[in-house]
């Protein structure tokens, strides 16, 4: 159960390391190609997608959101990665 919960943690600790930097990414989505979006542009990307104007601010706006929600999930992950480490030191400890 303690393993599981160590794996868990670990997870939370990328995933929200990989949510927070996603969402610094979206603080400067009103870009394309460097160059700042205007309303009615849509950016094109060179893998085939696009991003209209208006998406690139609703997801700029999403950021800081996203950027509290991973920030808690990481730090969620880190207290319980240290729950895990405390409580296997004290049973090697009882066990000496």
């Known amino acids: ?3 599981l919960f160590k794996y868990a943690s670990v997870a939370a600790v990328i995933g929200g390391a990989l949510w927070f930097f996603a969402g610094c990414q979206a603080l400067s989505s009103d870009n394309c190609a460097g160059e700042p979006m205007k309303p009615g542009d849509v950016c094109m ?3 085939g997608g696009s991003l209209t104007y208006e998406q690139a601010l ?3 706006k999403r950021g800081p959101q996203a950027m509290k929600s991973a920030g808690a999930l990481l730090a969620l992950g880190v207290v319980g990665y240290l729950t895990v480490a ?3 030191l004290r049973r ?3 066990e000496a």
């Open 58 to 60: 609703d997801a700029k």
């Open 86 to 88: 405390v409580i296997t």
């Open 92 to 94: 090697e400890q009882d």
């Open 45 to 47: 990307s060179s893998r």
């Open 1 to 3: 159960m303690l393993r």
